[in-house]
Nanobody
């Protein structure tokens, strides 16, 4: 059974930083595409960043240059380092995993989310 557990969310002021973590279990982690998504109430879910099985990252234009996605295959953990946070980054952030495709659209497994709140 695949399980994804996010942590690291919180409340910060604009300009601050947060590092989100996603602990994965029940899957062959290194073969999966892993992604971070976010959703604010009343808005559509948005892809933030993804990283394929080879470690190639992709970022949404809205966060490019401010966030870094990385994965620790030895510990089955995915990270999202977020810097220069803006109030518009406020959302619930979700970790997701998919095999074998690495798109923005289709993910088989999702975590429960961690809340990020950025105040101005």
């Amino acid at each position: 059974q695949v399980q994804l557990v996010e942590s690291g969310g919180g409340s910060v002021q604009a300009g601050g930083s947060l590092r989100l973590s996603c602990a994965a279990s029940g899957l062959i982690y290194s073969g999966y595409c892993m992604g971070w998504f976010r959703q604010d109430p009343g808005k559509e879910r948005e892809g933030v960043a993804k990283i394929d099985r080879n470690g190639n990252p992709w970022y949404a234009d809205s966060v490019k240059g401010r966030v870094t996605i990385s994965k620790d295959s030895a510990n089955n953990t995915l990270y999202l380092q977020m810097n220069s946070l803006k109030p518009e980054d406020t959302a619930m952030y979700y970790c997701a995993a998919n095999y074998p495709w690495c798109t923005w659209l289709r993910y088989n497994h999702w975590g429960q989310g961690t809340q990020v709140t950025v105040s101005s």
